[in-house]
């Protein structure tokens, strides 16, 4: 292929994905929704206009890195820290149920496969998928109504947080368990031992950060260190350890995430990702999605994909919410506004797709349920504020 292709492809991919996700977001639906879309309508499912190549295949890689950084930028430790016990108890809740009814639902249509297999695995990651949380959109949902600062609104953004480092973890665990050669133990030592090197790297390099922060505050060196700072412990995650590439960047970005200039750092990331990068990620999703192979068997899964997707995450969050002293009303609004999935579920799918865990046919399944989940989320919330508001409140005429 000739090198000047890719510019048109570029071109192609950057028009369609804006155009599509601002039409997404005008349909009160997420603007990835709409980029993706445009990836699978310019892909060769459809229109035939733009191959995935290589080179696209990196650009949306370091794309995916780019997003995770800022994922672990925007992380409130101290929030963290604050929420305590109910938060981490709901997260892993929302973790864990998710995890199994995922396995369940792929073993219910595609056999049950033996412990260790290579099919046990793909069981096993359709489950890591639905682990993930996306909580901006019931942020917003809470911040139209007023809840976002009450405890229900910070117990479901902690808890979403928590939900996803603990995702991170168990799909790190997942793809080093699914590569035969390398044994439980050592996955879970490897996975242990880059923690460990994260805590300790991480606090001297904060150091040093926020040594050059104070010095040179709101200057461009420092994104631009804190850039390279996510490259590298991308690379050091999975050449060292044999960790997820994405955990590392999310790493980088917890290590920076309580500097002074973190907002900043973000907002530099997030040109890139808005301009180029982003738009390249997700339309390369809607590239590799194959719908030539659809049928009604993937349909009926994907159907079923998106309800235990929902339910798993009201039930598991709602009950441990409830063990946790809230009240029945409470515990459902918090199972709600924890069942939204988005850009995560997207990083994880692409994660199996690249390890060979996943079909792209499945793509079909994880956009179907973030774009109901997106849709469902606010219109349930509102409804539950409006019919059970939490003890003292009263309902505005």
């Known amino acids: ?49 733009v191959n995935l190549s290589d080179f696209l295949t990196k650009m949306a890689e370091i794309g995916v890195i780019l997003l995770m950084f800022s994922a672990g930028l925007e992380t409130n430790l101290r929030d963290l820290i604050k929420t305590g016990v109910k938060a981490t108890l709901i997260a892993c809740a ?45 942020v917003q949902a809470l911040r139209e109504m007023g809840k976002l600062k009450g405890t229900i609104g910070t117990t479901i953004l902690s808890a979403a947080i928590i939900d996803d480092v603990i995702g991170i973890i168990v799909l790190t665990v997942v793809v080093g368990l699914s590569n035969g050669s390398v044994s439980a133990g050592t996955v879970c030592l490897k996975t242990t031992l880059f923690f460990v090197f994260s805590i300790v790297v991480g606090l001297l390099i904060y150091k040093l950060f926020k040594f050059f922060d104070s010095r040179y505050p709101h200057t461009r060196r420092i994104p631009i260190m804190g850039l390279a700072l996510c490259l590298a412990m991308s690379y050091v ?67 079923c994909f998106v309800l235990v997707g929902l339910l798993c995450k009201i039930i598991g969050c709602g009950l441990v919410a409830k ?64 019919k059970m508001p939490p003890k003292g409140e009263t309902v505005s005429a």
Not at 109 to 120: K, N, P, Q, V, W
Not at 237 to 248: H, L, Q, R, V, W
């Open 237 to 303: 995650a999975e050449k060292y350890f044999g960790i997820a590439d994405i955990t590392g960047a999310y790493v980088a970005g917890i290590i920076l995430c309580n500097i002074r200039d973190s907002e900043y750092i973000a907002e530099k990331m997030d040109i890139n990702s808005y301009m180029l990068f982003g738009p390249i990620f997700f339309a390369s999703i809607g590239l590799k999605t194959d719908i030539s192979d659809l049928n009604m068997s993937i349909l009926v899964f994907a159907v």
């Open 94 to 138: 929302g973790v864990f149920v998710p995890l199994v009814g995922g396995t369940l639902l792929y073993g219910c249509f595609y056999g049950f496969a033996e412990i260790g297999s290579r099919d046990f695995y793909s069981a096993v990651f359709i489950g890591v998928i639905l682990t993930a949380t996306s909580v901006s959109i019931t």
């Open 1 to 49: 292929m000739e090198s000047f292709v890719i510019f048109k492809d570029l071109a192609i991919i950057v028009v369609f994905a804006k155009l599509f996700g601002i039409l997404a977001r005008k349909c009160k639906a997420p603007q990835v929704v709409g980029e993706i879309i445009a990836g699978l309508l310019i892909g060769p499912s459809v229109l035939g206009i």
């Open 323 to 386: 063990i946790c002293k809230f009240s029945w009303a409470d515990s459902l609004k918090i199972g709600v506004g924890m069942m939204t999935r988005g850009e995560v579920a997207l990083i994880v799918s692409q994660k199996g797709l690249s390890v060979g865990l996943v079909s792209p046919v499945y793509f079909t399944a994880v956009i179907l349920l973030i774009i109901t989940s997106s849709i469902l989320t606010p219109i349930l919330l509102k409804v539950l504020y409006s």
